[in-house]
């Protein structure tokens, strides 16, 4: 499949530990943030989002904290599994601009070790 | 079949080429986008179109064209190609009122 980035920061976890990815975004008027899932040779695929006025999302074994005063944002993934290994983007919003652009960060790899 | 899909998958052209990538939802949503995807950069911007016959320039657009005579087509044509714009590209689409984008499966184009 396309390689998304060699550069890209890595985080190897054992299966069934927790992931943290991080996020730092650059928009303090931003105020919707998606997570985002890509596997080799595949778009990326919605996982979980949050608005500007949540601190705290909760989904299926993911879970998304926001931190507006740092503007900081992670994504949490309980009992790792293979399965989740991919590269994870996280995304900005502004929602009453015009045009629903999103803003992508670099992303980074999540490698999960048997 | 539902959903978003780009044709074609894979494509090899020549500098100087001009060379269409297409892009198809089935939902009617109002907008739809243009990503390039490159190492080290993360996905940009190329164009966007809040709905058929209205477009506009995002983060990287030069050296590309887009076209949006139906809601449901936007296709992302590139007029003379050169070796810089090898990359793969991605097709969104969203919905007015949400903000999360459905992506295509991605066109790797390699220019040589």
């Known amino acids: 499949g396309e390689s998304v980035g060699l550069h890209l920061p890595t985080l190897s976890v054992q299966e069934g530990d927790n992931s943290i990815i991080n996020c730092a975004y650059s928009n303090s008027a931003s105020d919707y943030f998606i997570w985002y899932k890509q596997e080799s040779g595949k778009g990326p695929q919605f996982i979980i989002d949050i608005r500007s006025n949540m601190d705290k999302r909760q989904g299926q074994r993911v879970t998304v904290l926001l931190n507006k005063t740092v503007k900081h944002l992670s994504l949490q993934i309980a009992a790792t599994q293979p399965g989740d290994s991919a590269v994870y983007f996280c995304?900005?919003?502004?929602?009453?601009?015009?045009?629903?652009?999103?803003?992508f960060g670099g992303g980074t790899r999540v490698l999960v070790k048997p | 079949d539902a959903g978003i899909t780009q044709s074609p998958r894979y494509k090899i052209t020549e500098t100087g080429r001009q060379v269409t990538l297409m892009c198809h939802q089935t939902?009617?949503?109002?907008?739809m986008f243009w990503y390039r995807q490159d190492l080290g950069h993360g996905l940009r911007l190329i164009y966007y179109s809040a709905a058929a016959d209205i477009t506009d320039k995002g983060e990287v657009p030069d050296g590309y064209v887009v076209s949006r005579s139906k809601t449901e087509n936007f296709p992302l044509t590139l007029e003379s190609a050169t070796r810089s714009q090898t990359s793969v590209y991605f097709c969104?689409?969203?919905?007015?009122?949400?903000?999360?984008?459905?992506f295509g499966s991605g066109t790797r184009l390699t220019v040589v």
């Open positions: 939902w009617s949503h109002s907008y």
């Open positions: 969104a689409s969203s919905a007015i009122g949400t903000y999360g984008y459905t």
């Open positions: 995304a900005e919003n502004i929602s009453k601009a015009a045009g629903n652009k999103l803003t």
